[in-house]
């Protein structure tokens, strides 16, 4: 197939790593007085541009300084049982003060907020407007320079290497349903993880990943086109590719990001109405992940958070209940039980044990206060206080899809590195579609890899690659 058009640098993907390596390429090559020849290519409509990152609130394990949380390397060694790649986690830490200037540079105002509970201390920043006003920001600063093309609808289906195994270009499938190639020496796939892909969810997280809803709309694009591209050529990949990054949230609405992170602060029971998870074992950004796993693998997508007043005179807790609906209530337990569909008997008992169980100690929700139960399987390590102050509350829940583990591997210049380990010469990958993460994310990290490996791509072209 003989290509239709020709650029320098095609970016496959217009979320925060795509925008970040082309705008990063733009504005390096202008200072060189070069012109830039970029071609970003986004799978959705326009007014859907933007996939995760559209979505998120984008809160940042960074601390007020724009440091990233200086426990990262360390947590992201423990985590992964000393699979993560060291070399990518120090290039992210010394990127993020960069990232986070960078986004100030191009319009994104930042904001240092309070931890609303206060053992929440590695998310104390956060892009005003959330990770669309990263999007629009970076969007406008394409625009503004006018060298880039964008072409919406517009999705990259293979890569085109030379004889050599360098890369030569992409070929895409456009609205119109026909394929063209498009030339580049250099390719940037920054268009997300596979968790759009009920197919790919199913080979490689395993059974019932058709019951995963997505988290947000904007992540139905990410179909792991990038992966399967880049594996196709002789790419490495890295991240476990079973494990996913899913969330609680409430089943009663279609709105996005829905989440409810309170299960520290009550019980979660199961479809039979028993507790299968000890809520306290940890705090709510340790252990979000790991409860909503287990929920999606093993509890039949079915879960109800369930509290009593204890919690509501906290007012700082209720920003844990992101969803706009409210809670059932009941003045018992038992009529609580039947309001969401659960046998009174089962979940009165539930918490009759439960309340037995709880040992003495003062209830802070602001440390790990040590009050625990003793005798249950399994027992609650922390902030076990007893049910018995009425109204009940309840959330029904069920796990949502977030984003994969799995991905490609890549060097510390955003390089992707072929079985072999070294570069394929011309493609680059940064965002969620590398693959870093094993057993446990450590929260606010996925948006400032995105940014900080994009820019690290776009600088890397711009310098001769
Ligand atoms: C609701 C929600 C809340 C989150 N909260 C946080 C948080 O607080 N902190 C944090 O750090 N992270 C958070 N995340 C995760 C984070 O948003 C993502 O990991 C990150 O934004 C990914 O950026 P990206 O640029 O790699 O991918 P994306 O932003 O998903 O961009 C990928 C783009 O590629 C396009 N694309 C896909 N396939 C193709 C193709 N074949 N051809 C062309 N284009 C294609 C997609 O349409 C999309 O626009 C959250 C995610 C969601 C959904």
């Not at 829905?258 to 950004?285: L, S």
């Not at 011309?426 to 929260?443: D, T």
């Amino acid at each position: 197939m003989a290509a239709s058009e020709t650029y320098d640098v095609v970016v496959i993907g217009h979320g925060a790593a795509g925008l970040s390596a082309a705008v990063t390429y733009v504005e390096a090559c202008r200072a060189e007085g070069r012109t830039p020849s970029i071609a970003v290519l986004e799978a959705s409509p326009e007014d859907e541009r933007g996939g995760a990152t559209r979505w998120t609130t984008a809160r940042f394990r960074a601390l007020e300084d724009l440091t990233l949380d200086p426990f990262f390397v360390g947590r992201m060694q423990e985590l992964s049982g000393g699979l993560a790649d060291v070399d990518y986690c120090r290039r992210l830490e010394a990127e993020v003060p960069k990232s986070l200037a960078f986004l100030q540079d191009h319009g994104v105002e930042l904001v240092h907020y309070g931890p609303p509970v206060a053992m929440r201390v590695t998310h104390e920043v956060t892009p005003n407007g959330g990770g669309a006003s990263i999007v629009e920001h970076l969007h406008a600063a394409l625009v503004a320079d006018g060298a880039a093309d964008i072409h919406y609808q517009t999705a990259a289906e293979r890569l085109v290497v030379g004889d050599d195994g360098a890369i030569a270009g992409v070929v895409v499938r456009g609205p119109d349903g026909r394929t063209r190639e498009i030339a580049a020496a250099a390719v940037v796939l920054a268009c997300g993880g596979f968790e759009g892909n009920r197919e790919m969810l199913t080979r490689y997280a395993g059974p019932n990943a058709v019951d995963l809803p997505l988290l947000a709309p904007g992540l139905k694009h990410n179909q792991g086109a990038g992966i399967r591209m880049a594996m196709a050529v002789g790419a490495a990949t890295s991240g476990q590719f079973d494990m996913l990054h899913t969330e609680l949230v409430d089943i009663r609405t279609d709105r996005a990001d829905a989440v409810i992170y309170a299960h520290p602060y009550g019980i979660v029971v199961n479809g039979d109405g028993e507790r299968f998870w000890d809520e306290g074992q940890g705090t709510f950004e340790d252990t979000f992940e790991q409860i909503a796993f287990e929920v999606y693998k093993h509890q039949g997508q079915q879960a109800y958070f369930i509290a009593d007043q204890t919690i509501t005179s906290y007012p700082g807790l209720m920003v844990l209940f992101d969803t706009d609906q409210p809670a059932i209530e009941a003045s018992s337990i038992a009529e609580l039980a039947m309001l969401l569909g659960l046998d009174p008997e089962a979940l009165e008992q539930t918490v009759a044990d439960y309340n037995a169980a709880v040992q003495p100690g003062e209830f802070d929700p602001n440390v790990l206060d040590g009050k625990c139960t003793e005798g249950l399987s399994p027992d609650k390590t922390n902030w076990a206080y007893p049910l018995q102050n009425p109204p009940y509350f309840a959330y029904p829940l069920k796990a949502a899809i977030c984003f994969t583990y799995g991905g490609l591997r890549t060097d510390a210049d955003a390089r992707v590195l072929a079985e072999n380990g070294a570069p394929i010469p011309g493609l680059y990958a940064a965002g969620e579609i590398v693959g870093v993460f094993y057993h446990a994310y450590p929260a606010g990290t996925s948006v400032l890899r995105s940014l900080s490996f994009g820019r690290v791509a776009g600088s890397h072209i711009a310098a001769g690659g």
